[in-house]
């Protein structure tokens, strides 16, 4: 079962809901009548709406061989020729020996939101599969591809080949209430189209547990497999994708978190459109007012920034939107296009909305008084360009792992090798034929997977630059700065 319990609050846990590696568990329409106040409110409706659109998905992460380094045994320095200490000959310190990592099998849930076979899910429930299995909930079964995904969020898209599908009516969070009835639909521990009620607990919610997060709180059952399941309200629209749960045992106890549908819509229309999330940046960092304000008064320390509420503001970057803003360093931004902002999860699902380009007006508290400014937002590289992200093609050359021969010449327990040049980035960048990278970025490129990753993460980045490090054949060291140009 696939958990995240790093993140660790009040000797809590946050649980991402979907299982993984080791043991393997399956699990405009017309309006309901309303509901007179006090009376018993009937779900039935919004139950059979939610049902037909919820898919359960299985995740297959086939066998690998990996080379790792281990730790040579601590006689390995000792001459050992029928390896009695289990290193014959022996060198001591590290050596590198292929494992094969086993088999990965996973399940978790999704919510068709196109009658052509799209499906939204979480991140989390996809990332990292070789093979993905949807079954509908009359049974069908499909192949799923991968569209995109945004592990800032924790959302992704997937998608199936079929037509006339049971698409979910998608509603706006944004107007959810504290206390209204929500039903989670999902497949926990593989039972299938489980449906369980519950009350909006809490919105806009912030666990630390995803970049970009505003979760919609709910005491509806959550448990490990709903992940990527529907939130829905009571006339069955989407509102929210179901995410994480907040235990100490890693079961649901009373609290589930759902990602709400303004974060989603933006997700995946960035995704359909660009291929990944366009992300407009205030350039701010910042912290609710009213958690600083209890952190200086925890310090014996007078506070009074003129407001009680809102998003402290605890640094600028110099060529951000926020700066351009006039906010500085001590300021309370306590609105967004006039939408009152109170804590940095209610900022972040704002600006979750929000594209590179998008004007904006940031109301804020400066030295006790109210301004206003209207601003252009802009992506992480400074500009209001459409951020593409770099495949290894860019590079413009072919690769393969370094050999043990070379591994044993040059002294190297890893690297790539440049096999042929073409044109592309690295060849105007100067680096030659023969050469081995053996860092990007200051991670390590054990693998051609290893590089994909850094091109794609440096190609999104405020300097989309990938620094090399590495070795010529002759066993002089080299370095490079290789610019992704994102045209």
Not at 5 to 19: G, I, R
Not at 300 to 319: A, F, I, R
Not at 400 to 411: I, M, S
Request: aromatic content about 6%.
């Amino acid at each position: 079962m696939k958990r995240f319990s790093k993140y660790l609050l009040s000797s809590l846990c946050v649980v991402s809901l979907a299982f993984s590696t080791g043991a393997f568990f399956s699990v405009s329409a017309a309006q309901p009548a309303a509901v007179s106040a006090g009376q018993p409110v009937d779900l039935t409706y919004a139950a059979e709406k939610a049902l037909p659109a919820v898919v359960h998905i299985r995740f297959l992460q086939n066998a690998k061989v990996r080379t790792v380094d281990v730790q040579s045994d601590p006689f390995g320095d000792f001459f050992d020729p029928f390896g009695f200490f289990g290193n014959p000959g022996g060198r001591g310190g590290k050596r590198q020996q292929q494992v094969q990592t086993p088999k990965k099998e996973a399940t978790g849930s999704g919510v068709i939101i196109s009658t052509d076979g799209y499906i939204v899910t979480n991140n989390h429930v996809v990332e990292g599969a070789d093979e993905l299995t949807v079954t509908l909930n009359d049974n069908r079964e499909y192949s799923a591809t991968i569209v995109g995904t945004d592990k800032t969020t924790d959302l992704a898209l997937i998608k199936i080949s079929a037509k006339n599908l049971p698409a979910i009516t998608i509603g706006e969070s944004d107007k959810l209430k504290v206390g209204e009835w929500v039903l989670a639909v999902g497949n926990p521990f593989n039972l299938n189209s489980t449906v369980t009620a519950g009350i909006v607990s809490a919105k806009a919610r912030s666990l630390g547990a995803n970049g970009v997060e505003s979760f919609i709180q709910t005491d509806a059952a959550i448990n490990a497999g709903n992940s990527g399941g529907a939130l829905v309200n009571t006339k069955g629209e989407l509102v929210g994708i179901n995410a994480m749960l907040y235990s100490q045992t890693g079961s649901y106890s009373g609290y589930g978190f759902a990602i709400p549908t303004t974060i989603m819509n933006k997700v995946v229309a960035d995704i359909k459109t660009y291929g990944q999330v366009q992300r407009a940046l205030l350039g701010i960092s910042g912290t609710d007012a009213r958690k600083w304000i209890d952190a200086q008064k925890a310090q014996d320390k007078e506070v009074d920034l003129g407001v009680n509420d809102g998003v402290y503001v605890n640094s600028v970057e110099p060529d951000g939107a926020g700066a351009d803003a006039g906010l500085e360093e001590g300021d309370v931004i306590t609105a967004v296009d006039g939408k009152k902002v109170t804590t940095m999860a209610m900022l972040q699902e704002i600006m979750a909305t929000k594209r590179p380009g998008d004007k904006a007006t940031i109301t804020f508290v400066h030295k006790k008084r109210s301004k206003s400014s209207t601003v252009t937002l802009k992506n992480a590289q400074g500009n209001t360009g459409v951020v593409k992200q770099a495949d290894l093609d860019v590079l413009g050359a072919n690769f393969r792992g370094v050999t043990d021969e070379q591994k044993k010449q040059l002294n190297i327990s890893y690297g790539i090798e440049v096999m042929k040049l073409n044109k592309g980035v690295l060849a105007t960048a100067g680096v030659p034929k023969g050469f081995i990278i053996q860092k990007a970025n200051d991670a390590p490129i054990k693998s051609i997977e290893d590089l994909q990753k850094a091109v794609k993460d440096a190609s999104t980045s405020k300097d989309p630059v990938l620094y090399i490090q590495g070795v010529y054949p002759t066993s002089k060291k080299g370095y490079f700065a290789v610019p992704l140009n994102n045209e």
